[in-house]
Protein backbone atom coordinates (compact mmCIF):
# COMPACT_ATOMS: atom_id res chain seq x y z
CA UNK A 1 0.00 0.00 0.00
CA UNK A 2 1.12 3.20 -0.96
CA UNK A 3 0.88 6.82 0.90
CA UNK A 4 -2.30 7.74 2.61
CA UNK A 5 -4.67 10.48 0.78
CA UNK A 6 -5.30 11.69 4.31
CA UNK A 7 -3.04 11.51 7.91
CA UNK A 8 -3.98 11.54 10.80
CA UNK A 9 -2.53 13.97 13.36
CA UNK A 10 -0.08 12.02 15.66
CA UNK A 11 0.14 8.14 15.87
CA UNK A 12 -2.42 7.84 18.57
CA UNK A 13 -5.18 9.44 15.96
CA UNK A 14 -4.17 6.71 13.70
CA UNK A 15 -4.76 4.32 15.91
CA UNK A 16 -8.07 5.25 16.67
CA UNK A 17 -9.64 6.59 13.67
CA UNK A 18 -9.85 5.09 10.52
CA UNK A 19 -8.14 6.43 7.09
CA UNK A 20 -7.85 6.30 3.57
CA UNK A 21 -5.16 4.86 1.67
CA UNK A 22 -4.26 4.35 -1.85
CA UNK A 23 -3.29 1.32 -2.42
CA UNK A 24 -0.51 -0.73 -4.86
CA UNK A 25 0.01 -4.14 -5.98
CA UNK A 26 1.33 -5.27 -2.70
CA UNK A 27 -2.27 -4.72 -1.35
CA UNK A 28 -3.19 -7.50 -4.18
CA UNK A 29 -4.45 -10.55 -1.17
CA UNK A 30 -5.86 -8.19 0.85
CA UNK A 31 -8.10 -6.88 -1.47
CA UNK A 32 -8.78 -9.93 -3.24
CA UNK A 33 -10.42 -11.23 -0.37
CA UNK A 34 -12.16 -8.37 0.93
CA UNK A 35 -14.06 -8.43 -2.90
CA UNK A 36 -14.66 -11.75 -2.69
CA UNK A 37 -16.22 -11.80 1.02
CA UNK A 38 -18.28 -8.39 -0.75
CA UNK A 39 -19.48 -10.37 -4.27
CA UNK A 40 -20.05 -13.99 -3.92
CA UNK A 41 -23.31 -13.78 -2.24
CA UNK A 42 -24.25 -10.71 -4.67
CA UNK A 43 -27.48 -11.59 -6.90
CA UNK A 44 -25.35 -10.27 -9.88
CA UNK A 45 -22.60 -12.56 -9.75
CA UNK A 46 -24.85 -15.30 -8.92
CA UNK A 47 -25.86 -15.16 -12.29
CA UNK A 48 -22.98 -14.59 -14.11
CA UNK A 49 -21.03 -17.12 -12.64
CA UNK A 50 -24.00 -19.70 -12.71
CA UNK A 51 -23.74 -20.68 -8.48
CA UNK A 52 -25.83 -23.44 -9.53
CA UNK A 53 -23.11 -25.37 -10.83
CA UNK A 54 -20.00 -26.88 -8.74
CA UNK A 55 -17.67 -24.69 -9.04
CA UNK A 56 -19.45 -21.30 -8.39
CA UNK A 57 -16.47 -20.05 -5.74
CA UNK A 58 -13.48 -20.77 -7.46
CA UNK A 59 -15.41 -18.73 -10.74
CA UNK A 60 -16.00 -15.50 -8.27
CA UNK A 61 -12.44 -16.23 -6.71
CA UNK A 62 -10.67 -16.61 -10.45
CA UNK A 63 -12.88 -13.36 -11.80
CA UNK A 64 -12.19 -11.17 -9.28
CA UNK A 65 -8.38 -12.12 -9.24
CA UNK A 66 -7.70 -11.23 -13.01
CA UNK A 67 -9.45 -8.40 -12.78
CA UNK A 68 -7.64 -6.70 -9.94
CA UNK A 69 -4.88 -8.16 -12.27
CA UNK A 70 -5.82 -6.21 -14.85
CA UNK A 71 -6.66 -3.07 -12.98
CA UNK A 72 -3.29 -2.68 -11.66
CA UNK A 73 -1.09 -3.43 -14.88
CA UNK A 74 -3.40 -0.33 -16.36
CA UNK A 75 -2.47 1.70 -13.00
CA UNK A 76 -6.02 2.95 -11.98
CA UNK A 77 -6.42 4.35 -9.20
CA UNK A 78 -7.56 1.78 -6.20
CA UNK A 79 -8.16 2.98 -2.64
CA UNK A 80 -8.62 1.61 0.57
CA UNK A 81 -9.58 2.13 4.19
CA UNK A 82 -7.53 1.22 6.95
CA UNK A 83 -8.87 0.73 10.36
CA UNK A 84 -6.24 -0.61 13.43
CA UNK A 85 -3.50 -1.83 10.82
CA UNK A 86 -6.09 -3.50 8.96
CA UNK A 87 -7.66 -3.00 5.31
CA UNK A 88 -11.21 -3.18 6.17
CA UNK A 89 -12.51 -1.40 2.64
CA UNK A 90 -11.76 -0.94 -0.94
CA UNK A 91 -12.77 0.14 -3.87
CA UNK A 92 -11.08 0.22 -7.69
CA UNK A 93 -11.64 3.03 -9.78
CA UNK A 94 -12.36 2.99 -13.72
CA UNK A 95 -10.54 6.44 -15.94
CA UNK A 96 -13.14 8.01 -17.89
CA UNK A 97 -9.88 8.46 -20.20
CA UNK A 98 -9.78 4.90 -20.86
CA UNK A 99 -13.71 3.82 -21.52
CA UNK A 100 -11.97 0.25 -20.96
CA UNK A 101 -13.26 -2.38 -22.89
CA UNK A 102 -12.95 -5.92 -21.54
CA UNK A 103 -13.77 -7.68 -25.10
CA UNK A 104 -10.18 -5.69 -26.24
CA UNK A 105 -8.02 -7.30 -23.24
CA UNK A 106 -7.23 -10.87 -25.12
CA UNK A 107 -5.56 -11.76 -22.57
CA UNK A 108 -7.20 -10.84 -19.91
CA UNK A 109 -9.87 -12.94 -21.70
CA UNK A 110 -8.11 -15.62 -21.98
CA UNK A 111 -6.85 -15.86 -18.66
CA UNK A 112 -10.60 -15.74 -17.79
CA UNK A 113 -11.74 -18.24 -19.96
CA UNK A 114 -8.93 -20.75 -18.81
CA UNK A 115 -9.96 -19.93 -15.03
CA UNK A 116 -13.52 -19.07 -14.34
CA UNK A 117 -14.94 -20.86 -17.90
CA UNK A 118 -16.42 -19.54 -21.76
CA UNK A 119 -19.95 -19.14 -20.78
CA UNK A 120 -19.05 -17.27 -17.45
CA UNK A 121 -16.73 -14.91 -19.48
CA UNK A 122 -18.93 -14.52 -21.68
CA UNK A 123 -21.55 -13.32 -19.79
CA UNK A 124 -19.22 -11.08 -18.19
CA UNK A 125 -18.27 -9.67 -21.22
CA UNK A 126 -22.11 -9.23 -22.02
CA UNK A 127 -22.81 -7.23 -19.03
CA UNK A 128 -20.15 -5.44 -19.17
CA UNK A 129 -20.28 -4.42 -22.53
CA UNK A 130 -25.01 -3.33 -21.36
CA UNK A 131 -22.89 -0.81 -18.33
CA UNK A 132 -20.51 0.71 -21.41
CA UNK A 133 -23.31 1.58 -23.49
CA UNK A 134 -25.33 3.06 -20.29
CA UNK A 135 -22.17 5.27 -19.51
CA UNK A 136 -23.74 9.44 -19.70
CA UNK A 137 -20.71 10.93 -22.00
CA UNK A 138 -17.41 10.57 -22.37
CA UNK A 139 -16.43 11.48 -18.88
CA UNK A 140 -17.78 9.78 -16.90
CA UNK A 141 -15.68 7.75 -13.99
CA UNK A 142 -17.00 3.87 -12.90
CA UNK A 143 -16.59 1.69 -9.98
CA UNK A 144 -16.28 -1.71 -11.13
CA UNK A 145 -15.25 -2.87 -7.24
CA UNK A 146 -15.97 -1.96 -3.94
CA UNK A 147 -16.86 -4.15 -0.89
CA UNK A 148 -16.34 -3.69 2.38
CA UNK A 149 -15.50 -6.75 4.57
CA UNK A 150 -18.52 -8.34 6.15
CA UNK A 151 -17.10 -8.29 9.80
CA UNK A 152 -16.69 -4.21 9.55
CA UNK A 153 -19.85 -3.48 7.71
CA UNK A 154 -22.64 -1.30 9.32
CA UNK A 155 -19.79 1.04 11.05
CA UNK A 156 -19.38 3.83 8.17
CA UNK A 157 -16.30 2.17 6.08
CA UNK A 158 -18.81 2.26 2.79
CA UNK A 159 -19.50 5.82 3.39
CA UNK A 160 -16.00 7.29 4.22
CA UNK A 161 -14.91 5.39 1.03
CA UNK A 162 -17.32 6.66 -1.17
CA UNK A 163 -16.81 10.04 -0.22
CA UNK A 164 -13.12 9.65 -0.87
CA UNK A 165 -13.92 7.46 -4.27
CA UNK A 166 -15.55 11.02 -5.28
CA UNK A 167 -12.89 12.98 -3.96
CA UNK A 168 -10.68 11.36 -6.32
CA UNK A 169 -12.55 11.80 -9.11
CA UNK A 170 -13.41 15.21 -8.59
CA UNK A 171 -9.82 15.90 -9.16
CA UNK A 172 -10.66 15.56 -13.38
CA UNK A 173 -11.52 18.59 -14.36
CA UNK A 174 -13.61 16.77 -17.60
CA UNK A 175 -15.11 14.42 -15.31
CA UNK A 176 -18.77 14.38 -15.32
CA UNK A 177 -19.83 12.07 -12.83
CA UNK A 178 -19.37 8.86 -11.24
CA UNK A 179 -21.50 5.19 -12.54
CA UNK A 180 -21.57 2.34 -10.48
CA UNK A 181 -23.81 -0.27 -10.45
CA UNK A 182 -25.91 -3.31 -7.84
CA UNK A 183 -27.83 -6.12 -7.89
CA UNK A 184 -28.76 -5.50 -4.40
CA UNK A 185 -31.81 -3.42 -4.24
CA UNK A 186 -31.61 -3.17 -0.12
CA UNK A 187 -28.25 -0.71 -1.21
CA UNK A 188 -30.61 1.28 -3.65
CA UNK A 189 -31.50 3.57 -0.27
CA UNK A 190 -27.73 4.11 0.68
CA UNK A 191 -26.66 5.33 -2.86
CA UNK A 192 -29.96 7.21 -3.18
CA UNK A 193 -29.00 9.14 0.05
CA UNK A 194 -25.23 10.03 -1.33
CA UNK A 195 -26.86 11.50 -4.47
CA UNK A 196 -26.96 8.55 -7.06
CA UNK A 197 -29.65 8.29 -9.91
CA UNK A 198 -30.80 5.81 -11.77
CA UNK A 199 -29.93 5.44 -15.56
CA UNK A 200 -31.79 2.02 -15.49
CA UNK A 201 -31.84 -2.04 -15.23
CA UNK A 202 -29.69 -4.41 -16.54
CA UNK A 203 -31.98 -7.82 -16.53
CA UNK A 204 -29.92 -11.03 -15.78
CA UNK A 205 -31.99 -13.67 -15.71
CA UNK A 206 -34.12 -13.51 -13.32
CA UNK A 207 -32.14 -10.76 -11.22
CA UNK A 208 -32.17 -7.04 -11.97
CA UNK A 209 -28.85 -5.53 -11.79
CA UNK A 210 -29.35 -1.81 -11.26
CA UNK A 211 -26.70 1.16 -12.82
CA UNK A 212 -26.45 4.20 -10.85
CA UNK A 213 -25.20 7.73 -11.51
CA UNK A 214 -24.15 10.76 -9.54
CA UNK A 215 -23.33 13.72 -11.29
CA UNK A 216 -20.36 15.38 -10.62
CA UNK A 217 -21.91 18.85 -9.53
CA UNK A 218 -24.04 16.78 -6.92
CA UNK A 219 -20.74 16.14 -5.49
CA UNK A 220 -19.41 19.12 -5.31
CA UNK A 221 -22.21 20.89 -4.20
CA UNK A 222 -22.16 18.00 -1.54
CA UNK A 223 -18.69 18.98 -0.65
CA UNK A 224 -19.37 22.56 -0.61
CA UNK A 225 -22.44 22.38 2.03
CA UNK A 226 -19.83 19.93 4.05
CA UNK A 227 -17.31 22.39 4.28
CA UNK A 228 -19.85 25.23 5.50
Known sequence: MAEGIATADNENKIAREPSIVRLDDTAFNEAKSILYQAYRHEPTFQYLFDHRKPGYDKRVRATIRELLNLYFELNQDAIGVMADDTLVAVAFIGDPELRLN??????????????????????????????????????????PLMGVHPKYQN????????????????????????????GNSRYLPFYESEGFRSLGTIRLGDYEDFVLFRDADVSSTRAGSQAS
Not at 117 to 143: C, N, V, W
Not at 166 to 176: D, G, V, W
Open 102 to 143: LAEQLSWRLRMVLTAGFASTRRYLDYHEKIRSMLPGEGTHQL
Open 155 to 182: RGFGRRLLAAVESLCSENPRANGLVLDT
